[in-house]
C-alpha cells in the first residue's frame, strides 16, 4: 500500500486567538496539485507546516510518510520556495545557491555544480555572478526557485511563484513545473493567478475561511455545484429559431439571444439533456450553429462559485 504525498487529521494551527488552520482532514495522493483560497484561508498556515517551520497546535501532519516539524531527514527530500524576498543582498545567485546547497548535504565540489545546474534550468546562466541585490523581482523568484531545486527534492512546494513575472518568464515557469511534474517530482503550488493553474493542473485543494472547501479535479468539483445553472454561450446563423427549442428542454433556466441575433447565451440545470438533444435539433432544425462553449467550467468560475 503506497503511502500518501501528504495526510492531515484534525490538523489545526492557530496564533494567540487567531485561527491560521482549523481541524483540517486532507489527503494527497501526490503529482502537482494547486492550492487556492481568497486571502486569510490558511493556505500559507499550511504551507508552513509543510516546510516544517512551525508545528501544529493540535491535529497530526505527515508528509512523504514524515512529521515534518524540525526533521532534517524530510528537509533533504523538501524544496521550498516561500513567497517572501528570502536572499542574502551581498551574495551572487552562484554563492546564494552554492551555500543552500550545502546546507543540504552536498559536497563543496557537487554543490556547485548541482548550484549552476540549478540556475540554468530556470533561465539565470547569464546571471550567475551578479550581486542579487541588483535583481528585478522575477530574477529573485527564478533564483529562489533554483535553491528549491538544487537537491533535487521530491517534493516541491511554491508559495506565489508567478508573482513579479512577465508573461514570457510566467510561461516559462509553467512549463518547468509541467516539466518536473513529468520526471516525478511532486509539486505543490500556491497562487493567485488562477488561469496559470489551471494551465498546470486540474487537481486543486481549495482552503477558505482555514477550513477545507474542496478538493479534486476542477471539472468533478464544478459538477457538484448542482445549485448552479451550468452557462453556456453558442453562435448560429438562426439564434432565435435554436433558441426556441432549447427552451423546450427539461432543467432549462434562461436562454438569451444577443443584439446581433447570432449570439445565443444558455442556463441550464440539466447539461446532460442539452448534449444528448443538441444533435436532434441540429438535424431536424438546421440553424446554423457556428460554436458552442461551456462559459463556468473553467478554474476562475469554479473558485467564484465555492467562495461566493
Given at each position: 500500500m503506497s503511502v500518501p504525498l501528504l495526510e492531515a487529521r484534525g490538523l489545526s494551527r492557530w496564533y494567540g486567538p487567531v485561527v491560521g488552520l482549523n481541524d483540517l482532514d486532507l489527503t494527497v495522493e501526490g503529482g502537482i496539485v494547486g492550492l487556492l483560497g481568497p486571502n486569510g484561508a490558511g493556505k500559507s498556515t499550511l504551507l508552513k507546516l509543510i516546510a516544517g517551520e512551525i508545528r501544529p497546535s493540535r491535529g497530526s501532519l505527515r508528509v512523504l510518510g514524515h512529521e515534518p516539524f524540525a526533521n532534517r531527514d524530510y528537509f533533504r527530500l523538501l524544496g521550498f520556495s516561500p513567497q517572501q524576498d528570502a536572499l542574502y543582498d551581498e551574495l551572487t545567485?552562484?554563492?546564494?545557491?552554492?551555500?543552500?546547497?550545502?546546507?543540504?548535504?552536498?559536497?563543496?565540489?557537487?554543490?556547485?555544480?548541482?548550484?549552476?545546474?540549478?540556475?540554468?534550468?530556470?533561465?539565470?546562466?547569464?546571471?550567475?555572478?551578479?550581486?542579487?541585490?541588483?535583481?528585478?523581482?522575477?530574477?529573485?523568484?527564478?533564483?529562489?526557485?533554483?535553491?528549491?531545486?538544487?537537491?533535487?527534492?521530491?517534493?516541491?512546494?511554491?508559495?506565489?511563484?508567478?508573482?513579479?513575472?512577465?508573461?514570457?518568464?510566467?510561461?516559462?515557469?509553467?512549463?518547468?513545473?509541467?516539466?518536473?511534474?513529468?520526471?516525478?517530482?511532486?509539486?505543490?503550488?500556491?497562487?493567485?493567478?488562477?488561469?496559470?493553474?489551471?494551465?498546470?493542473?486540474?487537481?486543486?485543494?481549495?482552503?477558505?475561511r482555514s477550513r477545507l472547501l474542496a478538493q479534486g479535479r476542477v471539472a468533478e468539483i464544478r459538477a457538484?455545484?448542482?445549485?448552479?445553472?451550468?452557462?453556456?454561450?453558442l453562435r448560429a446563423r438562426s439564434a432565435r429559431l435554436l433558441a426556441g427549442a432549447l427552451l423546450s428542454l427539461p432543467g432549462t433556466h434562461s436562454v438569451r439571444v444577443s443584439r446581433d441575433e447570432g449570439g445565443l447565451s444558455l442556463e441550464t440545470f440539466q447539461p446532460a439533456?442539452?448534449?444528448?438533444?443538441?444533435?436532434?435539433?441540429?438535424?431536424?432544425?438546421?440553424?446554423?450553429?457556428?460554436?458552442?462553449?461551456?462559459?463556468?467550467?473553467?478554474?476562475?468560475?469554479?473558485?467564484?462559485?465555492?467562495?461566493?
Open positions: 545567485a552562484r554563492e546564494f545557491v552554492e551555500f543552500l546547497a550545502r546546507l543540504s548535504g552536498l559536497r563543496p565540489r557537487t554543490a556547485r555544480i548541482e548550484a549552476e545546474r540549478a540556475l540554468a534550468r530556470v533561465g539565470m546562466s547569464d546571471a550567475l555572478d551578479r550581486p542579487t541585490r541588483g535583481f528585478s523581482k522575477g530574477m529573485r523568484q527564478r533564483t529562489k526557485l533554483a535553491a528549491a531545486l538544487v537537491h533535487q527534492p521530491r517534493l516541491l512546494v511554491v508559495d506565489e511563484p508567478l508573482t513579479g513575472l512577465d508573461p514570457l518568464g510566467r510561461r516559462e515557469l509553467v512549463a518547468l513545473i509541467q516539466e518536473l511534474g513529468a520526471e516525478g517530482v511532486h509539486i505543490l503550488i500556491s497562487s493567485h493567478v488562477l488561469h496559470e493553474i489551471e494551465s498546470v493542473t486540474e487537481n486543486i485543494v481549495l482552503l477558505h457538484l455545484l448542482n445549485r448552479y445553472p451550468h452557462r453556456y454561450e439533456e442539452l448534449e444528448r438533444e443538441l444533435p436532434r435539433f441540429l438535424a431536424e432544425l438546421r440553424p446554423g450553429l457556428e460554436s458552442i462553449e461551456g462559459t463556468d467550467v473553467g478554474l476562475d468560475a469554479v473558485f467564484d462559485y465555492l467562495v461566493s
